[in-house]
């Protein structure tokens, strides 16, 4: 079955670095775009990154452009989120998502969404 695991999530005070993973199995993780989304308390989630494949798009919210760095190894279907000077406002529980948008000449437009559990991330003094 589809599953993706995310960990790395941990307490850390302000200006502090952090390293999620997102360990995926159970389909084709190398032609899946994947993301972070993050959803704080009181808040709607939000994509926070964007891979779309290895050597493809990157994307960043412009709230953590300049700070943090996403990144995949295909070979062992793990995506990676780098989080470096780290802001209270990233307070959050941090979810991984996979998607695929397929267009097929017999069967039409297929659309495949996975999420993770998440992992929390908590940034105070």
């Known amino acids: 079955q589809v599953q993706l695991v995310e960990s790395g999530g941990d307490s850390v005070q302000p200006g502090g670095s952090l390293r999620l993973s997102c360990a995926a199995s159970?389909?084709?993780?190398?032609?899946?775009?994947m993301s972070w989304y993050r959803q704080a308390p009181g808040k709607e989630r939000e994509l926070v990154a964007t891979?779309?494949?290895?050597?493809?798009?990157?994307t960043y919210a412009d709230s953590v452009k300049d700070r943090f760095t996403i990144s995949r190894d295909d070979a062992k279907s793990t995506l990676y989120l780098q989080m470096n000077s780290l802001k209270p406002e990233d307070t959050a529980v941090y979810y991984c998502?996979?998607?695929?948008?397929?267009?097929?000449?017999?069967?039409?437009?297929?659309?495949?969404?996975?999420w993770g559990q998440g992992t929390r991330v908590t940034v105070s003094s």
């Open positions: 998502n996979a998607y695929h948008y397929l267009l097929d000449s017999t069967i039409g437009e297929r659309e495949y969404n996975y």
């Open positions: 891979h779309t494949y290895t050597g493809g798009e990157i």
């Open positions: 159970g389909f084709k993780f190398s032609i899946y775009a």
